[in-house]
């Protein structure tokens, strides 16, 4: 590609990653599925984090956006910073849609998410191993938030569809979530923001459940565990 049409890239994920933190001002009615949107209703399911743990979009998004207009600045036409930008692009263009389709569907927005979340991790493995703390660490962050949510959403529909009990798509999907982080910081080696994201989710999930539904806490708690001995080692290696 010519280098010139880096830069157009660059700029383009500096465009979507504005458009994606600004989505939610167009969707102020969304703040999590109606549980009657399930032929079975979903209150306070279980696989769900508590609802603080959601703030970590704040961060994803003013990341994302100082990142990207660092690398937009810096690095235009870079080589490593074009390769992770194309599937973020995508993910980010995805992500934009995705509170108004959850408005509407519960099974497209799963369907979205997973697309977010591996796009996100292609990003992910392909960012430059210069400049982590403006390429790597924000995408790492998203990636690792979106594992979590991804399913989390299928947790949803097989509850919400009757596929599954609550508490037993809770613990499915949650151990599917550990199984994700822990895989994933285990081979990437790097990028501790991927697991803390993860740890993050599971933790909100703990909070969910403890006194509640234990056995799902616990579930969580033994998988924070799980992901955080990869996250230390990516701490070390710098």
């Not at 306070?44 to 998004?61: D, R």
């Amino acid at each position: 590609m010519p280098k010139s049409s880096r830069t157009l890239i660059a700029a383009l994920a500096l465009l979507l990653s504005i458009a994606f933190a600004i989505s939610p001002f167009f969707v102020p009615s969304f703040s999590g599925f109606d549980p009657n949107q399930f032929p079975v209703p979903q209150e306070n399911p279980p696989a769900q984090p508590a609802g603080y743990a959601f703030s970590i979009w704040g961060l994803i998004y003013l990341w994302l956006i100082v990142g990207l207009a660092y690398g937009l600045l810096r690095a235009p036409r870079d080589a490593q910073w074009h390769d992770m930008r194309v599937p973020l692009c995508l993910s980010l263009a995805v992500g934009t849609t995705w509170l108004a389709v959850a408005t509407m569907s519960p099974i497209w927005a799963a369907v979205l998410i997973w697309i977010m979340l591996i796009t996100a991790l292609i990003a992910l493995f392909l960012a430059p191993v210069e400049d982590p703390l403006w390429a790597a660490a924000p995408v790492g962050l998203y990636a690792g938030w979106l594992s979590a949510a991804s399913c989390v959403s299928l947790a949803l529909l097989a509850a919400g569809y009757g596929y599954l009990e609550g508490q037993t798509a809770a613990v499915v999907f949650v151990g599917l979530a550990i199984a994700i982080g822990a895989i994933v910081q285990t081979a990437l080696g790097r990028t501790p923001t991927y697991g803390i994201a993860v740890i993050w989710g599971l933790v909100g999930v703990i909070v969910t459940n403890w006194g509640e539904t234990p056995v799902v806490a616990y579930l969580a708690l033994g998988g924070s565990v799980a992901v955080a001995l990869p996250t230390l080692r990516a701490f070390r290696r710098g």
